[in-house]
């Protein structure tokens, strides 16, 4: 997805708030948000709006000299996750369609960041989430929900490729992997995370935390944007990529930098951002399970 | 008040939507943003969010050569404004105490932008406004209502100078001051408007349009910044400024510019940004009737 007008907004909030978890005074706020306004007169709107987060957390780590501020609220993430996943298992073990459900429980995952920050009751939300999509009878209030189409493509696939998003999420992606092992043992899946700290996302340790590595292999991206960005991955991760029968990406920023990729993605996400709802035709807050298929 | 950092993201914002109001293509979008951000460079945050707002609005101006994008809205707003006045006099007449009710009206006739961007129902939303207000017993629920100073000062003043903000609501200042003009009709009361074309700030014509020259005279302040900020009026203004027995400044970009000034001012508005809710220390939303008493 390119980056859109209304992004630039949007970049000097993250970075504000960004330098602000990263204990900058003030000076250096303004530090910060005059470096994020010089680089972003260098930046092409044809790149995706991950592409400027990976510039704007550099400059609040070369500003605060803080390599990663957001680890306390990964951990946060984790733990609150971890103390609702029985609950979790619970909504799963109730319902028809386990394979749907851990769909969108790994989607509906994506508000645990929403709940570290604003102390949402979590499990209320994501009952709420649940109980809403599970009202619909069937997909037509639904723009994007391709889930037969995933179904059959699980089926086919031997090797799955996994993008992980952000920490905390991380024990809800575990639930799908669970499902999808389910089905099939003999499956290859790969947990994708980020190389270093970016944001809220997903690391090697985060992963493990969570418990992927029972149920996947932990890879790499070798990149440290707050997406994938195939041109800022390593060629390991590349050849990965090209050759899985399937790829899974969660998330916006994955979306992001994925959505004009040549080959065939599952994503699955939440439409947080206006401007992704927008580009994708759904509505904000949708939970969206979308087929991509270049051309 | 100063600019807070949290006011940056929102200068980007409203040049964007002005750029787009003012019917720049992509390009010059694009272009205006680049210069805002080198004039964020120098602007100083000891300095009030209405001169930044100046320095946006007259970029906007200088590269879509619009002078006054924001034309039809303001005509717009009129004519909204102009269309529920007899509800609005409903509102009053029925009321016990008429001098707190047009009080109210002014304020809440601050919602008129809202309606011209967004298609509220405006008449709905204005009688839910004065609802609420009125089912509160007394002004316990309210941060700051100073209506016992207000009333107070009225009597006492023989010449009041009323600072105007947006189109459409002149409307609802003229059923305030028609209310004032009933107390005691010698009273000399003016009603200041911009001199320039400033976002959907009321100018003269918008005064005239909405029947201010029945019940007052009208000035401009000498300034084409969308609030009162002393150094950028012209000296007349200023005189008056100074001179007059009691000042009511409406609207959030009055108060930006003047809450730190040296003579007593009433405030009235309506706090519809955060930043400026938590300078004051009300909720967002609040209606606000602020005696302010320097020192």
Chains 1, 2 share one sequence.
């Not at 990976?54 to 609150?80: A, C, F, M, W």
């Not at 769909?103 to 939300?125: K, M, Q, R, T, Y």
């Not at 994501?126 to 999509?133: N, R």
């Amino acid at each position: 997805m390119k980056t859109y007008l209304d992004c630039i907004p949007c970049f000097f909030k993250q970075a504000l708030e960004a330098s602000r978890i990263a204990g900058a005074d003030e000076n250096i706020q303004r530090r910060i948000l005059d470096a994020v306004a010089e680089a972003l007169h260098e930046f092409p709107l044809e790149a995706s709006p991950p592409e400027m987060g990976r510039v704007i957390h550099r400059l609040v780590q070369k500003y605060t000299g803080s390599v990663d501020p957001y680890l306390r609220i990964k951990e946060r993430s984790n733990r609150l996750a971890m103390s609702i996943l029985g609950k979790a298992m619970d909504i799963l073990d109730h319902g028809n369609d386990r394979l749907r459900i851990a769909v969108e429980l790994s989607i509906a995952g994506n508000i645990i960041d929403f709940g570290v920050n604003n102390s949402l009751d979590i499990e209320a939300e994501l009952e709420k989430i649940l109980s809403t999509e599970r009202n619909t009878t069937g997909d037509e209030d639904r723009v994007f929900f391709h889930i037969d189409s995933f179904r059959e493509s699980l089926i086919d696939a031997s090797s799955i490729l996994y993008l992980g998003d952000n920490a905390g999420e991380t024990v809800f992606d575990r639930i799908l992997i669970e499902e999808i092992r389910k089905m099939d043992g003999t499956k290859k899946i790969t947990y994708v995370v980020k190389e270093k700290p970016i944001i809220n996302d997903a690391l090697e340790k985060d992963a493990i935390d969570c418990g992927i590595d029972n149920v996947a292999e932990i890879v790499s991206s070798g990149s440290d944007a707050p997406g994938t960005i195939p041109a800022l991955c390593s060629d390991e991760f590349m050849e990965r990529f090209r050759a899985a029968d399937m790829v899974i990406s969660k998330g916006q920023g994955n979306f992001e930098g994925l959505s004009d990729t040549k080959r065939t993605v599952f994503f699955l996400l939440m439409a947080k951002c206006p401007i992704i709802a927008a580009d994708i035709g759904c509505r904000v807050m949708d939970i969206v399970l979308l087929h991509h298929m270049p051309g």
